[in-house]
């Protein structure tokens, strides 16, 4: 149906004794993976918005620069059924992405040596990173599923996404205090950005290494199920009618809205921080980690909420509990007051995220979800990149002035609100899960994440 399903053909029956060591080998390396890029993301990924305001460009593009070309990552994917055909193999294309991935960081060392980039510069440098790091969505979540049997994949994929989550974490904490301390060298020195730009060039470097060891990675695990050669694809506008008036389509919709207001003040809470607040490289890092721990905490408890509650009430409280996330950061700007709102921020947002993949891919069939999370991908790309323009409209059309920055906050609350009118219209959707395995995607300032479900941690019955 969507072009990146595996055949029916089996390989011929291995010793059990084979079996169990490319196994071992296969969840190894695939660790290795998860690590690997987990240091790329909070390392590289996450200061890209204040790299670009360090080398002299606007406020506004600091947010677009990590917001509109996500779009072009959202494209690539429809295009993946096609390239893994063409391939013929999962891998192939991943490791290709990845690698695609790798190469964007490289005109960002050299930006960071000169000192200089031009915005279109920066937008092209985005785009190609959001294409080789999206891309490899849909068919890794096919491939990781043929390698990782499935009485283990619970426990595997749990073990997998918290070791992603430390080194994410690692890298970003360790970023903001590199960050600082070149900081420090030039206050101490009387020159302008010259030891924060060489540190820059440094994270970018060793994000670039860790890019690459990740494609190493993949490309040193199995692809033991050979690949159906069809590619008949369901268009996007017959996937949105059949849909529409399901209980997934239902969802789907409501998470769309909220997004688009999420997004409108989302990639921008950096620059506000950082030019606005003037908070130090190591404050930024610290208030952005409270909302990242604190959700990773309370997922295990949202968990155990879903499967006595129910998922439908945990994304209710998680929908209502995001409403005035935004909107607090025009009450105050002190800083003990914003570490409560990221704490808050991290619990609703663990909330909300876990019962909406909970409560999405249950509605429907296992054999159906790639294809559905493409289009989630693609509808969730758009929505980004629409409310991010829209914001960023506003604050050009304020020249950047603070009032903007509240009035943005404020606006998405309301944005958020007006979208539990939707939230309403969502059918009971009886779950069997607790908990799913997620491939972080990128760390946001106040606890939105984009990640990306995998698929194959998901129960294989689907409830309607």
Known sequence: ?????????????????????????NLRVSQADAAAFGVMVGLGETYLPLF???????????????????????????ISPWAVGLLKSHKRWVVFCSMLQAVSFVPLIGAAIVGYIPPWAALVVASL???????????????????????IRAHFFAKRTRLQQLTVLAGFLGGGFALQFGKRLDVAAGTGHENV?????????????????SASFLAAQLEPMPLSVERRRVPVLEQLRSY???????????????????????????PYMREKLQFSYV??????????????????LCGRFAKRWGA????????????????????????????????TAGVCWAAYELAFFLLFFESIPADERVGVLTLFNLLNSAALAAGALVGGVILSLAHEA???????????????????????????????????????????????????????????????
Request: proline residues 6%; glycine residues 10%; positive net charge.
């Open 244 to 270: 529409r008036h399901s209980a997934g389509g239902r969802l789907l919709f409501y998470i769309i809205v909220v997004q688009f207001g999420v997004w409108i003040t989302g990639p921008y809470f950096a």
């Open 129 to 151: 990173y959001w294409a080789g790091g999206l891309g490899t969505g849909p068919a890794w979540n096919v491939w990781i599923g043929t390698l990782v049997p499935r009485t």
């Open 52 to 78: 670009v305001l360090t080398v002299g460009l606007s406020e506004v593009m600091s947010g677009l620069v990590v917001s509109v070309p996500v779009l072009l990552g959202g494209l690539l994917q429809m």
């Open 283 to 300: 404050d930024y890092s610290v208030l952005i980690a409270f909302s990242f721990v604190f959700k990773i905490m309370a997922l295990p």
């Open 402 to 464: 603070p009032w903007a920055y509240h009035a943005l906050f404020v606006v998405s609350s309301m944005w958020r609100a007006i979208g539990l009118i939707f939230l309403w219209r969502v059918p009971h959707i009886e779950v069997t899960g607790d908990a799913v395995g997620v491939q972080i995607e990128e760390l946001r300032p106040t606890g939105e994440a984009l990640d990306g479900p995998i698929l194959s941690s998901l129960p294989d019955e689907t409830r309607r």
């Open 1 to 25: 149906m969507n072009g990146l399903t595996s055949d029916d053909s089996r390989p011929e029956p291995q010793p059990r004794g084979q079996r169990v060591r490319r196994l071992t080998h």
């Open 197 to 213: 730009l060489t540190v820059f060039g440094i994270l970018f470097a060793i994000a670039f290494v860790c890019r690459v060891l």
């Open 312 to 343: 439908r009430r945990l994304l209710t409280l998680g929908g209502i509990g995001i409403v005035p996330m935004s909107g607090m950061w025009s009450i105050s700007d002190n800083y003990a007051w914003l570490c409560l709102t990221q704490i």
